[in-house]
């Protein structure tokens, strides 16, 4: 039963006394979710809304789907927590399914931690371990999670906060297109974010590195979605200076662009992947997927308490099987490739939109107050969230100026499901005081 207003209001005063402050909510207004289903949630009040973030990019197989819950409560009977000390079957037959749907299927072994942050340290790790080099490249405008270690990675100081600069990490310029750091225009550009990680890495490094990591599309970043030649430029770059490729595909593997990973539509084999996200639809796992060689090379001791986590790592299984069996790469590309046509309408129709941007199920609209200056309408992003949410559609923001409306629904959604997000969508830009 729907909960009365005194019942949301005294939730959200709790909230603010019993958690941290640092815990923020999209709205001016938190919005209490109650309950979801497929690519809906509900809120307290009993209002349905169209879930088009998926749970920042994280519900890929639909909310509560029926063949991940059944695999769910199946193992939560049997068994739900040994620790990595013991091999389970659930984690064992995980780690095998993403050596099979790896790139080239040359990664193939696993190490299960609890969030993407995890994965990214191991994956740090081990790009340490295998070079016997320290220095990482990072990217500008990238994210790599909530950890000191990851703060460090990422490459935004709002995601930053007060950490220290990491040791041993530089950033490069990343593949930002629409707004260039070198001021050129693809392709006459030559590709000069990719060239210039030479000059970076001779300059501002010892000359030697461990390793490079990159989302393949920037998440929180705004869905920065490089040129195809870009991470075959940097990779070889990389490699030449005694590094690994470590792609961090916490957002965009598990089928969000139409392939198992990201970094697919590059034409490039990582030495190292990461996961979370949408791996688990929902539930709480991280992986760090490495070539053989590169795993075995990580010689010391170590264990994560709920890393492999049984009944995650069924859920995660399920996951995986459920989008092979219903050919949700094909219809993630298919509705992804809908979902854009019907942005770029939008686009033509409204100045406020800047750039559209984005792979299969991960598109981004940047909006801008003058598409000259480019100036960032942040101020009218907050509010088409809002407007949005008036509407029952649930989208997402990011960028560095928080002028990005990020759109991830789940994989198994249809061209239909498109159309009624554009029927609230539209609205919502029209609604705009000043668009």
């Excluded at 295998?130 to 100081?157: C, F, K, P, W």
């Excluded at 030495?271 to 795993?295: D, F, H, S």
Aim: proline share 5%; hydrophobic share 40%.
């Amino acid at each position: 039963m729907p909960s009365n207003r005194n019942d949301r209001d005294e939730l959200i005063l709790a909230g603010r006394q019993y958690l941290f402050p640092a815990v923020f909510h999209f709205f001016d207004r938190p919005l209490v979710v109650e309950r979801a289903k497929d690519q809906y949630v509900w809120d307290s009040a009993g209002k349905q809304y169209l879930d088009f973030f998926g749970g920042i990019v994280t519900i890929s197989v639909g909310h509560l789907n029926d063949r991940v819950n059944a695999a769910i409560h199946q193992q939560v009977d049997r068994l739900h927590h040994v620790s990595t000390l013991f091999p389970t079957r659930p984690q064992i037959d995980l780690a095998a399914k993403l050596a099979k749907v790896s790139p080239d299927g040359k990664l193939t072994k696993s190490f299960f931690t609890n969030s993407g942050s995890e994965a990214n340290e191991t994956a740090i790790q081990l790009a340490r371990c295998y070079t016997g080099n320290t220095e990482i490249v990072a990217l500008r405008h990238s994210y790599h999670g909530r950890t000191s270690g990851g703060r460090a990675l990422t490459g935004q100081s709002v995601w930053r906060g007060p950490e220290a600069p990491g040791a041993g990490v530089v950033h490069a310029h990343n593949a930002y297109c629409y707004r260039c750091p070198f001021g050129k225009t693809y392709p006459s550009c030559d590709i000069a974010c990719a060239t210039d990680v030479k000059e970076l890495i001779e300059t501002s490094t010892s000359g030697t590195v461990a390793g490079f990591i990159a989302e393949p599309i920037q998440g929180i970043g705004g869905f920065i979605t490089p040129p195809k030649e870009y991470f075959k430029i940097v990779t070889d770059i990389v490699r030449e200076h005694g590094g690994i490729f470590v792609c961090d595909e916490v957002q965009a593997a598990c089928g969000r662009t139409g392939r198992w990973f990201g970094i697919e539509n590059y034409d490039v084999v990582p030495e190292v992947i990461t996961l979370a996200k949408g791996l688990g639809n929902g539930l709480p796992i991280g992986a760090t997927v490495a070539r053989p060689e590169i795993a075995d090379s990580m010689r010391f001791l170590t264990l994560s308490t709920f890393g492999g986590n049984p009944v995650t790592t069924a859920a995660a299984a399920a996951v995986v099987d459920f989008i092979a069996e219903q050919d949700l790469l094909a219809n993630s590309a298919h509705v992804g490739a809908y979902l854009a046509k019907q942005l770029a309408a939008l686009q033509a129709e409204f100045p406020l939109i800047g750039d559209v941007r984005g792979v299969g199920l991960m598109q981004a609209l940047e909006l801008v107050c003058d598409r000259q200056t480019k100036e960032p309408a942040s101020r009218q992003t907050d509010r088409l969230m809002e407007e949005a949410r008036e509407r029952g559609l649930l989208i997402g923001k990011g960028g560095l100026y928080g002028n990005v409306i990020r759109i991830s629904p789940p994989l198994n959604i249809s061209t239909a499901d498109v159309d009624a997000f554009i029927a609230a969508f539209r609205p919502a830009l029209c609604a705009l005081p000043d668009r």
